[in-house]
């Protein structure tokens, strides 16, 4: 029996343990403890969605309003049960839906504000059905970063 020449040995024994530790470390690693850095990342950009919107800045509202729906995508994906709730999927099948009639009805009014009222809905109709009602997310009334919103 032909052996693999020895410097390919030991790197194979190597990679497998690797492999076998990323299996077994991506479901936890992407969801349970990035939950909560993930939602923070959609509460930045829905408040600068919404500071976009006020402004009328249809632009602005377009790349936030991506930036939103590739984070709550990213949440489906890897995201499976938390604390016993089905969060991935209740992302994908309420949330999502919620951020794509948003976009819809920006594209034909980029200043409707009721557009961003209903997702803000749906994110605090999850924290409330997930045992975190504590979560209440509001319209955006000041802009504390450090950008200006308005069209040029
Ligand atoms: C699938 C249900 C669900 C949806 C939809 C959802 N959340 Fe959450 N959210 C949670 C859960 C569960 C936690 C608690 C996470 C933890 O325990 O680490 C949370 C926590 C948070 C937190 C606390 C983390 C922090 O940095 O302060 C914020 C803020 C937040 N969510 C914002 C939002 C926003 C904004 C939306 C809508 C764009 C949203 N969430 C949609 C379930 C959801």
Do not use: W
Request: charged share 20%.
């Amino acid at each position: 029996m032909r052996r693999s020449p020895s410097f390919l040995r030991p790197r194979r024994a190597v990679m497998a343990v690797v492999s076998l530790a990323l299996a077994g470390m991506a479901p936890a690693g992407a969801g349970e403890e990035g939950l909560a850095i993930q939602m923070a990342r959609m509460q930045t950009y829905l408040h600068k969605l919404d500071l976009s919107v006020q402004a009328g800045n249809g632009k602005l509202t377009h790349f936030y309003m991506h930036e939103l729906e590739e984070t709550a995508e990213g949440i489906a994906e890897s995201v499976g049960e938390y604390d016993g709730a089905p969060v991935g999927n209740m992302v994908k099948t309420l949330l999502i839906p919620a951020i794509e009639a948003a976009e819809a009805s920006l594209e034909a009014n980029p200043a409707d504000r009721e557009a961003v009222a209903g997702i803000i809905t749906v994110c605090n109709e999850c924290h409330v059905s997930t045992q975190h009602g504590e979560m209440r997310i509001v319209p955006a009334t000041s802009n504390p970063f450090n950008q200006d919103f308005q069209p040029r």
